[in-house]
């Protein structure tokens, strides 16, 4: 089914919109649920969880992107319950993925917060547009799916070593390009 039907669907309260979304994108919102959390069971929770969200957001949004939408949803729920359950240390990859990110994004804390997150965004995205389309892959499956280093090296026929090595050039021109646009990282 086309997603602009199901979208349809929610607008007309049909519950047969939430086992279209379940059919079409329940493993893409898995698959992101898990690589942030690291257990199958809480995965499946937030993914149960995000159509609940999507029910009760549409009316009155109407996604343009409904991988997008969705993908945003489950991925915050996850976000949430990684922190809630932080320090029972259930999955640590998370951690180290944040942390990478570290120094080449600023600090959010501050009284302008909401417009320099705004621009953060703008700069984010201009400059993964001005990647080629495998570093720009590569950047968003770990630093938005959450995909592991290990995973992405598998997935692109290189050692992990690599890999690393190849999101790190991709950390350093994404912090040159933000102090470049005025960014305080």
Known sequence: MEDAAIVALY???????????????????????????????????????????????????????????????????????????????????????????EDCLPDPRGVEEAVEGRALTSCIERWLEGLDREDRAVFLRRYWYGQEVRALAKEWGVGPNQMAKRLQRLRKDLRRSLEQEGMTV
């Not at 009760?56 to 990684?82: C, H, K, M, T, Y």
Request: aromatic residues 10%.
């Open 11 to 101: 607008w007309s309260r049909d519950e047969a919109a939430i086992a279209e979304t379940q059919r079409k994108y329940g493993a893409y919102c898995r698959t992101i649920a898990q690589n942030i959390l690291g257990s199958w069971e809480d995965a499946e929770e937030c993914v149960s969880d995000a159509w609940h969200r999507a029910w009760n957001a549409i009316p009155p949004q109407r996604p343009d992107s409904l991988p997008a939408f969705l993908g945003r949803i489950v991925r915050n729920l996850s976000l949430s319950r990684w922190r809630r359950e932080r320090a029972q240390k259930r999955y640590a990859g998370l951690d180290a993925m944040l942390s990478e990110l």
